[in-house]
């Protein structure tokens, strides 16, 4: 889906790809936005490879309109729940989405979700799969599916708690309530709380920002991070040698080594390469 119309697309802005979900009034997350977020993941996919052509240095995702998402069109629950082995189609919607949110979490580049308004179930959900969670003053947060009797599925409780911790995130899922950003900033589920003024610029400088610096090693710091939180310091450690070790071959941190000894720090630029 690349047309104007869809309701998640990609855009580019210089070497940031950025996802786009655009499905008035809402943005509701329903078959159409399911399916566009996987084609989409596809070509991240490809966009953010070491060998693609034109290569994408970082990930954004955003919405437009006042909100980011009302949450899950619930009608998608209702066709499951009322139909026959609804227990099995329920867990293939579940394996479903949870390949969209391990897919981003796997991309190799710095990922970042900008929640600019009300954020709500599989959108806050695919906002905890990104590495940053940047988000304007007047946004809020909730994992609200104990309305329709469910616990969020597309990943959201254990994402909030490698973030908030197990406590955090119980709570979170069991009271339904909705947060403000300043709060989650607090429990270290949002990254960085901005002025609502200026909102999408500053995060597409910020983006930019990180997407200019050296994304090798930007993938080898995602590896390690999340493989000390989810198999242990010395997991990560045993990878440390190899990961780390391979960016003495690489152009960007030659150049940025033989820049520093002679001009000093600061002055460094990166391609990717």
Request: proline share 5%.
């Amino acid at each position: 889906m690349t047309s104007d119309q869809a309701p998640v697309r990609l855009e580019r802005d210089g070497d940031v790809a950025v996802v786009v979900l655009d499905h008035p009034p809402l943005n509701l997350f329903d078959q159409a936005v399911f399916a566009g977020l996987e084609d989409v993941v596809e070509q991240l996919r490809e966009l953010t490879g070491p060998g693609a052509p034109d290569r994408a240095r970082a990930v954004l995702v955003e919405a437009r309109g006042k909100v980011v998402s009302g949450g899950v069109d619930v009608a998608l629950f209702s066709a499951i729940a009322e139909g026959e082995d609804a227990a099995q189609h329920g867990a293939v919607l579940w394996r479903r989405l949870l390949r969209i949110t391990q897919a981003v979490e796997d991309l190799p580049v710095p990922t970042v979700f900008a929640a600019h308004g009300l954020t709500l179930t599989a959108a806050f959900e695919l906002a905890l799969a990104c590495d940053l969670l940047l988000a304007s003053e007047r946004a809020s947060f909730g994992l609200v599916e104990r309305v329709v009797g469910l616990s969020p599925s597309m990943g959201g409780p254990q994402r909030l708690a490698e973030r908030a911790g197990p406590a955090r995130a119980k709570e979170l899922v069991y009271t339904g309530k909705r947060y403000p950003a300043a709060t989650l900033e607090r429990w270290d589920v949002v990254t960085e709380v901005l002025p609502e003024d200026g909102f999408s610029d500053a995060v597409h400088d910020y983006v930019r920002d990180l997407a200019a610096g050296p994304t090798l090693a930007h993938a080898v710091t995602k590896r390690l991070v999340t493989t000390a939180v989810r198999d242990g310091v010395r997991a990560a450690d045993d990878l440390t040698p190899a990961l780390s070790g391979a960016l003495f071959g690489s152009a960007d941190l030659r150049a940025a080594v033989a820049g520093f000894l002679r001009e000093g720090p600061g002055k460094a630029t990166f391609d990717g390469r």
